[in-house]
C-alpha cells in the first residue's frame, strides 16, 4: 500500500482508504454488522488505514460499526467523519448551528468509542448558517482536544477560500471518479498548488465500475444507491459499458479486476491524496486495498483517457 501525506497536517494516509456509508445499513440495502465489521479487519490487515464515516450514514449506525471494529486496533486507523447532516424523518438535513455542531461531536464521539477524531470533515455547506459561526465553534472544539485535523467535503474553490480565511482546513472530500471528473478543471489543480489532500469519493460509481452491472440494475428494497450517483440510467450507463470494455482489457493484461483500474486510475491523477471506496464483504476490501498496490503506466493512462472521450463521458451525467 502507498501512503500519502494528508495535506498540510502530519497525517499519512493510505491512498485507498475505506469508505463505511454502504455499512450503515439503511441507504444501500442490508449489510450484516458481522460482515461489515470483517470488512473493516480485511481491509486494516490489508493496508488501509483511513477509515471514512459520518453520522449520517445509517443515522450514527455506521459510525457504531466503525466504533466497534476499531476498539482493540484505534491505533492503526486514521478516523475521518463528518458533521453538518442530521437525519431527520428519513431526510439528508443540512446543519451548522454551532450548538447542532457541539452536540454533534460528542455524538460521534461516543459511537466511535473514541476520545478523538482525527479528520472532521464539514459534510456540506449549509447556506443557512454564517460559516464564522461553524468555523468558531468547530475552533472551539479543536481547542478541546475532540478532533485532531478539519476537512470539508462537497465545498468548491470559492468556498475553500473563504473557510481558509477563518481556519486551517486539511483535506477536501469532493466526488470523483472516471464516471464524475468535474473537479479535473479546478478544485484537484487548486489542492495540488496549494498542498491541500483531496479525498475522492464513490470511486467506484457505486459499483458501476466494477463493471459488473452489464445491464441497468433493479437494487433491492432499501438500496438507494441509484438516487445518489445518476449513473444507473440511459444514456450515462450506456456510455460506462463502452469505457468499461477498455478498463477490462487493460484489467486483463495486468493480472487486475476492472475495479482495480478504476481506483488505481483515480489515485494516479494529480492532486489525489486518497480514493475513498466502499466495501461490504472482507473480499471486496482486499481487492480494493490491493488497487493501492500497483500503477497504472503512462500508456493505460492514455488509453483510458481516450476511451472516457470517445464514450462521450467528457459531458456532465445526465
Ligand atoms: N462526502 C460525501 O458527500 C460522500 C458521498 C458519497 C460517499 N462518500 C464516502 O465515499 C465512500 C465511497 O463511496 P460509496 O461507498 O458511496 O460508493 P463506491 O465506493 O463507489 O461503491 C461501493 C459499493 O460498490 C460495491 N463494491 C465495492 N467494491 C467492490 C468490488 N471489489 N467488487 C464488486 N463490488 C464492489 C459494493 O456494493 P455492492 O456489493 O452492493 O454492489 C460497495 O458498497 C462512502 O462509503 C463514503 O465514505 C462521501
Not at 34 to 60: C, E, Q
Not at 244 to 272: D, F, K, T, Y
Request: hydrophobic share 40%.
Amino acid at each position: 500500500m502507498e501512503y500519502r501525506t494528508l495535506g498540510s497536517s502530519p497525517l499519512k494516509v493510505s491512498a485507498v482508504g475505506l469508505g463505511t456509508w454502504a455499512i450503515g445499513d439503511d441507504f444501500w440495502g442490508s449489510v450484516a454488522d458481522s460482515d461489515s465489521i470483517k470488512a473493516i479487519h480485511a481491509a486494516i490487515d490489508a493496508g488501509i488505514n483511513l477509515i471514512d464515516t459520518a453520522p449520517a450514514y445509517g443515522s450514527g449506525h455506521s459510525e457504531e460499526v466503525v466504533g466497534k471494529a476499531i476498539r482493540d486496533r484505534r491505533d492503526k486507523v486514521i478516523l475521518a467523519t463528518k458533521v453538518g447532516i442530521l437525519r431527520e424523518k428519513g431526510a439528508f438535513n443540512r446543519n451548522l448551528k454551532p450548538e447542532s455542531v457541539r452536540r454533534e461531536v460528542d455524538d460521534s464521539l461516543r459511537r466511535l468509542g473514541t476520545d478523538v477524531i482525527d479528520l472532521w470533515q464539514i459534510h456540506w455547506p449549509d447556506v443557512s448558517t454564517p460559516l464564522e459561526e461553524t468555523v468558531g465553534e468547530i475552533d472551539r472544539i479543536r481547542e478541546q482536544g475532540k478532533i485532531r485535523f478539519l476537512g470539508v467535503s462537497n465545498f468548491d474553490v470559492e468556498l475553500i477560500e473563504r473557510v481558509r480565511k477563518l481556519t486551517e482546513i486539511v483535506s477536501v472530500q469532493p466526488h470523483y471518479s472516471l464516471l464524475e471528473r468535474t473537479i479535473d478543471a479546478e478544485l484537484l489543480p487548486y489542492c495540488a498548488g496549494q498542498g491541500i489532500g483531496v479525498l475522492g469519493y464513490g470511486t467506484l460509481a457505486g459499483g458501476l465500475l466494477t463493471g459488473k452491472f452489464k445491464k441497468l440494475p433493479r437494487f433491492e428494497a432499501g438500496d438507494h444507491r441509484d438516487n445518489f450517483y445518476p449513473f444507473f440510467k440511459e444514456p450515462t450507463f450506456g456510455k460506462a459499458q463502452k469505457l468499461l470494455a477498455v478498463l477490462a482489457e487493460i484489467a486483463g493484461e495486468r493480472g487486475r479486476s476492472v475495479a482495480q483500474v478504476a481506483i488505481n486510475w483515480a489515485i494516479r491523477q494529480r492532486g489525489m491524496t486518497s480514493a475513498l471506496v466502499g466495501a461490504k464483504s472482507p473480499s471486496q476490501a482486499q481487492q480494493n486495498a490491493a488497487a493501492g498496490e500497483f500503477a497504472l503506466s503512462p500508456s493505460d493512462l492514455e488509453r483510458i483517457e481516450i476511451a472516457w472521450k470517445e464514450a462521450g463521458l467528457a459531458r456532465p451525467a445526465k
